[in-house]
């Protein structure tokens, strides 16, 4: 029901930005969270950063605390996803999701199971 594309990707130096955008189909509803994950060459895919679609609360993975912004343009329906002081180790396919519960079920945001769509990923590569 819910088709996302990914841009903004790109090949950045250590200690630089790269802005990230989703754009999803149709309206997101109050009770959606949109959600950014990432997966590193050899690694499994893990969370980075949701949002609550309704009041804008977000939810940080730990490893990029202080250095991403997650926002959204409700108008646009599009989440945003702003990286800065960038590390090699922040090299991977970044994909967003959008979730039908997480705006109601908060504390699940990190959890991959409640994303019901996903987009095709877009790959970030920062070299030091």
């Given amino acids: 029901q819910v088709q996302l594309v990914e841009s903004g990707g790109g090949l950045v130096q250590a200690g630089g930005s790269l802005r990230l955008s989703c754009a999803a189909s149709g309206r997101i509803s109050n009770s959606y969270g949109m959600g950014w994950f990432r997966q590193a060459p050899g690694k499994e895919r893990v969370f980075v950063a949701a949002i609550r679609w309704s009041n804008g609360d977000t ?70």
């Fill in 59 to 128: 939810y940080y993975a730990d490893s990029v605390k202080g250095r991403f912004a997650i926002s959204r343009d409700n108008a646009k329906n599009t989440v945003f996803l702003q990286m800065n002081s960038l590390k090699a180790e922040d090299t991977a396919v970044y994909f967003c999701a959008v979730s039908s519960r997480v705006g109601v079920l908060w504390d699940f945001a990190p959890r991959q199971g409640v994303y019901d769509y996903w987009g095709l990923g877009t790959q970030v590569a920062v070299s030091s």
